[in-house]
């Protein structure tokens, strides 16, 4: 084999390697972004008494998303996003107001723990996924009963 051969060869060999490096790059992406949709955005806080924040959906801005609360890696509960929070909608992150959520944690133990609030994401081939909202929320459960948020020292 000559030399230009070998190096119409190699410079074949190469140029098949990075399309099949962007093929699989691509799929990928695909994959990834058809499972754990980036369009799911909120906030949540402890106040005195709840987990409670906000969830939006923005490519289908007038759902109301279904969130569920895991406090301490358990399951607690779920609900959807629909009760009135207008700082959302003054804030521009939503069409209207009824993106709130709220979720009562009256019977933890004193102590520490961490709350992460998941918007639930159905695929149309029957997956669900989770995608966390904001950042996980710790907070300290006093001896009477009630919340104090450490993510706001």
């Known amino acids: 084999m000559s030399l230009t051969s070998r190096s119409k060869l190699i410079h074949a060999l190469i140029g098949k390697s990075v399309l ?24 949540g806080e402890a106040t005195n008494t709840a987990i409670a924040g906000w969830a939006v959906n923005d490519a289908a801005p007038w759902d109301r998303v279904q ?4 406090i301490d890696g358990e399951f607690v509960a779920d609900a959807r996003a629909n ?10 992150w939503a ?18 723990h961490e709350a992460r609030v998941f918007a639930v994401h159905h695929s149309s081939d029957r997956r669900i996924t989770l995608q ?6 710790r907070f300290v459960v006093n001896a009477d009963g009630s919340l104090q948020d450490l993510t706001k020292r």
């Open 67 to 70: 969130v569920q609360l895991y």
């Open 83 to 92: 009760l009135s929070r207008p700082d959302v909608v003054a804030k521009g």
């Open 132 to 137: 966390l909202l904001g950042d996980p929320i």
């Open 95 to 112: 069409r209207d107001e009824w993106r709130g959520y709220s979720f009562n944690v009256s019977e933890l133990s004193a102590g520490i």
């Open 20 to 43: 099949e490096t962007l093929l699989v790059g691509g799929l990928a992406v695909g994959f990834y972004l058809h499972a754990f949709p980036p369009y799911f955005h909120g906030w």
